[in-house]
């Protein structure tokens, strides 16, 4: 039980840190790329992880994101009762302890990824975008 309202306070947790960052942020900070020359890109984005030059004369341009994200690791607490009975000088007892032991969520890391490609036109100037991956979001 207690392990399962820690999962969901971590996913809530990370939901509400992330939640003013949208794909849909994203696609629209892209746009507003469309027309900008090539070098403007690069000032504003860094030098490319990739180039490809494209058999029409154009040009495809690729940036890559990666992080790790860790959860997990929290201890929290898991009763452990113990029954107890038998006779003692001819009385009858019975009876039940509780210990609390302390154990912890195991360790999770999450790969965040986002690879985002802009086509450069035989102008020099920014055609059209795509992306993909897990973490393709802006604020």
């Known amino acids: 039980m207690a392990r399962t ?54 040009k495809a341009v690729e940036f890559v994101s990666k ?16 029954y107890q009975s038998g006779t003692i000088g001819g009385q009858s007892y019975s009876g039940t302890s509780t210990q609390y032991v302390v154990q912890t969520d195991p360790v999770q890391k999450h790969r965040l990824t986002c690879k985002t490609s802009f086509i450069i036109d035989t102008q020099g100037r920014v055609e059209s975008w795509q992306h993909e991956g897990n973490n393709c979001v802006s604020r």
């Open 67 to 82: 992080s790790t994200v860790i959860s997990g690791g929290n201890p929290y607490t898991v009763p452990q009762t113990t």
């Open 5 to 58: 309202v820690m999962k969901i306070f971590i996913l809530f947790l990370i939901l509400s840190l992330s939640a003013c960052a949208t794909t849909a942020k994203y696609e629209s900070k892209l746009n507003n790329f469309i027309g900008v020359s090539e070098n403007s890109l690069i000032a504003a984005w860094g030098v490319p992880d990739k180039e490809y030059r494209l058999g029409n004369g154009k």
